[in-house]
């Protein structure tokens, strides 16, 4: 079973290292508003500062796109190679390792910062409130994301009561293989709600002097995200059980191998159906944004990371990537960062000594042959 665990990880890893790669260095990133998450500037187009642009976004995405082969290759050999716990491990540190396509959009993100220096650009814009949008517009109907989520947990108990005997039902799967399975669709349908219910209560954002504008804009961002939630829910919900029921009574490598497949293909289709509906969202309002924002540039560091001690929002949208981020500056901010940290910190360590000492048994991990 370990070379389904590696062919899940393979199709994880080889897809979201493309879509990074294409979010964060696109082909034409002086037609963006945000490069490398600068927000773009009029001086960027003009004389020398161009071809220093363009000299810029052309080394960073060279640099992307070496490492985005680099893990798309390395994982697709881990895939063919012996089924071992380290093969394994080297696949679950790619996760970790597509990640370095931080690296070039740091190195960007500084050198136009830089860039901005050289011509002179300073802070500048006006912070805009509209007093009749005060309030945080909601478009997420709790319940049609809770009701999924019930299904999910209701599935895992069904699973757990099958693999210790309490129905009558022999499994045709290894003994634990529907437990193991259904906790692990359990744990992503437990990620979905509080990402939803953050991305909900994001605080409105002002892009016109027009506050029907702003509230349709607004309504329209997070309907799109809710909307991309719920499907995900669901996508996760009705897959568990259909393939509860067909693992239950078949055990075929093919079907598995299948059901696999169709798991990340109908979360990666949900997920790119919603960037494309935030880019319509975006591009219907880009006509009706009539004010000069803020320059906050210095407030993300290298690009990713948000620290404003002047800004009372903890979760703000992101400037690379899909999604939103914390205020790092926000008490709650803090201590989010510092778990986050600790805990990826934790799963390195842990894959590492795996790797190394290929003794897993004293951790109580056993992949299943």
Same mark, same amino acid.
Request: proline letters at 5%; hydrophobic letters at 55%.
């Given at each position: 079973m370990i070379w389904m665990v590696k062919l899940m990880l393979v199709i994880?890893?080889?897809? $979201? @290292?493309?879509?990074?790669? @294409?979010?964060?260095?696109?082909?034409?990133?002086?037609?963006?508003? /945000? +490069?490398?998450?600068?927000?773009?500037?009029?001086?960027?187009?003009?004389?020398?500062?161009?071809? %220093? *642009? %363009? @000299?810029?976004?052309? $080394?960073?995405? %060279?640099?992307? *796109? +070496?490492?985005?082969?680099?893990?798309?290759?390395?994982?697709? +050999?881990?895939?063919?190679?012996?089924?071992?716990?380290?093969?394994?491990?080297?696949?679950?540190?790619?996760?970790?390792? /597509?990640?370095? +396509?931080?690296?070039?959009?740091?190195?960007?993100n500084t050198e136009l910062k830089n860039l901005k220096k050289e011509l002179g650009i300073t802070r500048s814009g006006v912070v805009y409130s509209d007093l009749t949008n005060a309030n945080v517009i909601h478009s997420l109907k709790l319940p049609w994301i809770i009701l999924p989520n019930a299904v999910t947990l209701a599935a895992t108990v069904a699973a757990v009561l099958i693999d210790f005997g309490v129905f009558n039902i022999v499994p045709a799967v290894e003994k634990y293989a529907l437990t193991m399975m259904s906790l692990s669709f359990l744990f992503v349908a437990l990620l979905f709600l509080p990402i939803a219910v953050m991305m909900d209560n994001t605080r409105n954002m002002v892009i016109s002097k027009d506050s029907n504008i702003n509230a349709n804009y607004n309504r329209a961002k997070k309907k799109t995200w809710a909307d991309m939630m719920i499907s995900m829910s669901w996508a996760n919900a009705l897959f568990l059980v259909g393939y509860l029921i067909l693992i239950t009574f078949v055990n075929n490598d093919a079907v598995m191998v299948a059901g696999i497949i169709v798991y990340i293909v109908m979360i990666m289709t949900v997920v790119m159906i919603g960037v494309l509906n935030q880019k319509a969202v975006e591009k219907r309002y880009e006509r009706d944004t009539d004010l000069e924002l803020q320059d906050d540039d210095d407030y993300w560091i290298l690009g990713m990371f948000y620290y404003n001690p002047n800004d009372t929002r903890l979760n703000v949208e992101k400037r690379f990537g899909y999604g939103g981020t914390v205020n790092i500056a926000h008490p709650a901010g803090k201590v989010i960062m510092i778990v986050i940290a600790l805990m990826l910190i934790s799963a390195i360590i842990f894959i590492i000594w795996g790797a190394v000492t290929g003794n897993l048994d004293a951790a109580g991990v056993n992949w299943p042959s």
């Open positions: 994880c890893i080889v897809s $979201s @290292a493309i879509l990074l790669f @294409a979010m964060g260095f696109p082909k034409n990133p002086e037609k963006k508003k /945000m +490069i490398f998450g600068v927000r773009d500037n009029p001086k960027f187009h003009e004389g020398e500062a161009a071809a %220093k *642009l %363009k @000299a810029i976004a052309s $080394s960073c995405r %060279k640099s992307a *796109l +070496i490492i985005t082969v680099l893990v798309c290759v390395m994982s697709v +050999i881990l895939l063919f190679l012996p089924e071992t716990d380290i093969t394994v491990h080297g696949l679950t540190m790619l996760v970790f390792g /597509m990640f370095l +396509i931080a690296v070039p959009l740091g190195k960007g």
